[in-house]
Each structure stands twice: as structure tokens, then as C-alpha cells.
């Protein structure tokens, strides 16, 4: 099981209420609220193995270098970093000791998001995998045959979807393969991808079915394919540039150099998680997910 970790922690801090009594008592419902999440996805879906994908680099330079608005309007003013509330700032380096100390360590790669170790795991895996978040771009790794699905939490944790690539197929009228070919064209405003000027989802993707990617769409173009209206001509004609750069951008990386994957759990530290559970008051958090993973590792 890939977690995308970031967009459970930042769900968990939006939907789990902060019940601090004093106003100087630390934030703890991100931290929690994570736990009790992940706890939750391994009693359900009985994962040998997790892995927490970290975001070393959440608006990658490779990216800004190509498109410069990438994730631009999620930059704090006045900073390079991302918009996050204070009190869940406060509570990831919490959040990374928590996972070391449960046994599922944060996994990131320098100058790469989450996704990007995600992609790599998700491609070299062997086995079923399960990739867990609420970002529509990791649709992309879906693969029927090698049994790679995601747990969308878009509509949250209690009421994941499970997309396969028949999902993906009835809902967006492409394949997985074919996503993120359909992403660069209609644009994304949640990452500040521009796309096409006059091509939404659904253009996207009859273009994708009539010419099967990306290069496909860009030959019928060059050939002035007459299949394609004038409009749609003249829209992708003076979008080139910016389909030269988009793929690089959009597509995420399979190849990054990952520590292999855990055949199982690492032993909790629980002297440690004694110890954070007493000074933060969330032990009960901790005995599930020790709890959980305890009750997975004695099946196997």
C-alpha cells in the first residue's frame, strides 16, 4: 500500500476536530487523525506492507522550469514553501516520528514529490498494490493486469472509491494510459497547468479516442488531420510550446532511486510511542495502528 502521506495528513487536519483545551497545548489532530486513517486501511484492506511517500520537494524545479505557473498560486506570499496553516505545520515533524516509530518510515526522493515515489514503487512492484490519495493524476498508474488500483479518498477515508481502470474508463472515457495525455490537454487549475485554451475534459478525451495519445493529437495536427475542426486546429497549433513542455510535467516519475519495498512491517518503537502518546495525549491513536499492524503481521 503507496500512501500519498501529505493528502491524508492534510484531510485528516480539515476533517478531525481540534479538541485542545488550552491555546498552548500543540495541534495534534493532523498527527491522530493520520494514524487512525492508515490503522483504518490496514485492518480493511490487509496490506503486507505500507510505505508513507513523502513529498522531499511538494513543487519540484524541474517542473517550475517548464511551466512556470506549476503549483504557483499554493506558494505562500513572501516564501518559496506552501500554503499551510500553522497549526499542521507544527505537527509534521510529529508526523514523521510518528511513522518511524509505528514502522512505516517516510520514503521521499530529493527534488521529487510523493508522486513521483509513488509512480516508481507503483511500476517496479510485482505484487498488488493499492495507492491511496485524492490526487486524480496517480490515475495514471492504474494497470488492471499488474493489479495496481487506487483508494480514492475524495469522498473520504469511510467511503473510498475504488477506481480500476474499468472506473476510469466510464467516468473520464479513457484509459489509465491514456490520463495524462487527457491532463495536459484539458489543464488542471489545482496545479496550475494552463492546458489547451477552448479544450475541457471531454474534448480531451475524444481527441485521445480518435488519435490514442498525445503524439497522436500533435501528428494530426502537423498533417492538419481534417478530422479536426478549425477550431480545435488553430487552439493546438498555438498551444505547441506549451505540449513540448506538458507531458514532463504532468506524467510522474517511475524511475527514481527508492529504497526497495518492505516485505512487511518494521517493529514498533513502542518505548518512544509510550513516551509521545503521554506527552501529546494521543495514545489511544497509537494503540490502534500498533494494533492494527500487529493483528495484519500475525495472519501472514
Known sequence: MLLDTASLYFRAFFGVPDTRKSAHAPPTNAASGLLDMIARLIREHRPGAVIACWDDDWRPQFRVDLISS??????????????????????????????????????????????????????????????????????????????????????????????????????????????????????????????????????????LRKYEDLAGVRHAVEIADPGLSPRLLASLRAADDYLDRAPTVVQVATQLPVPPAPAGYAQPDMELLDAIGTEFGIASSITRIVQAIADQTSEE
Open 70 to 207: 506549476y503549483k504557483e498560486h499554493r506558494v505562500a506570499t513572501g516564501q518559496q514553501g506552501e500554503k499551510v496553516p500553522d497549526a499542521l505545520q507544527e505537527q509534521i515533524p510529529l508526523i514523521e516520528a510518528l511513522l518511524v516509530a509505528v514502522g512505516i518510515p517516510p520514503v521521499g526522493v530529493a527534488g521529487h514529490e510523493a508522486d513521483d515515489v509513488i509512480g516508481t514503487y507503483a511500476t517496479q512492484s510485482k505484487g498488488p498494490v493499492d495507492v491511496v490519495t485524492g490526487d486524480r493524476d496517480l490515475f495514471q498508474l492504474i494497470d488492471d493486469r499488474r493489479r495496481v488500483r487506487v483508494l480514492y479518498t475524495a469522498r473520504g477515508i469511510a467511503r473510498l472509491e475504488i477506481v480500476n481502470s474499468g472506473y476510469v474508463v466510464d467516468k473520464y472515457g479513457v484509459r489509465p494510459d491514456q490520463y495524462a495525455d487527457m491532463a495536459a490537454l484539458r489543464g488542471d487549475p489545482s496545479d496550475g497547468l494552463p492546458g489547451v485554451a477552448g479544450i475541457g475534459e471531454k474534448t480531451a478525451a475524444s481527441l
